[in-house]
């Protein structure tokens, strides 16, 4: 209630920056959980921020979401984004095809006038046919391209949303709660200290790819993702941020 009074959004971005200890946050007013509306602003300004700092002969790796793919929407055409190649950032994680990776990256390809590759790899693999499916030559270029990545865009999501959105099996269900999982992003479930409690098994990045690249963009808003986006932004987010009013108020609130 405090915050509310004492922050217009170019001061709650400074405040939400230093708490998460990120290099930039952009806060779109509004909170996605009363709007779509706001979900399209963080879409533009995802959009925004892709087409300023696009080089051109670049991979950028794309996750999957309602979120990123309002980024997708939102994009077009520039001389940097045609010379670039959208790679999903995992195989499948179980989600509706429009919400899939691969169907974002099509789309970012697609706006932009750029480029994509694929990844078709089944979600619930066993170990034996993950370790076949990694070895074929398609994947492992796309693996190769993905390595080279210079961008990542990914969104953030609540830990018992997400499990259920994929249809997740009770026993894994129980076990996040157990584990007491509050977040998720990649394919990795995070508790509130910023530890995996679970992660899927698909190919694609790993945390530690983050490390090597030089933007990551994280796309996620709503006060129903603040202990998510706080739990992650801990260890895999470290670059942007963008997010709506009322995911940071939430962040800040909680502090
Ligand atoms: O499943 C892909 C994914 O990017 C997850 O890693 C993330 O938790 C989720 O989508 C975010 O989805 P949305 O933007 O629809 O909340």
Redesign the pocket.
Known sequence: PLIKELFGLTELEEALRRHLGLRRVIIVSGDADQSQWV?KEMGRAGARLLREEARPGQVVAV????????VAEMMAPTPQLKETTFVP??GG???AVE???NYIASLMAKKTGGSYRLMHVPDQLSEETYRTVIREPHIREVLELLKTARIAV?????AM??AV??KSSMELLRHLREKEAV??????YFNRQGEIVHRMKTVGIRLDDLQRMERIIS??G?AS?AD?IAAICSVACRDTLITDEGAARAILEKA
């Open positions: 979900k996750a999957g979401g309602t979120t990123v793919a309002a950032a995992r994680l179980g989600e919400l899939e990776a990914h969104g953030i999501g609540g949303e997400m959105r994929r977040g998720e992003a990649f394919g990795y796309v996620a709503g993702k998510a």
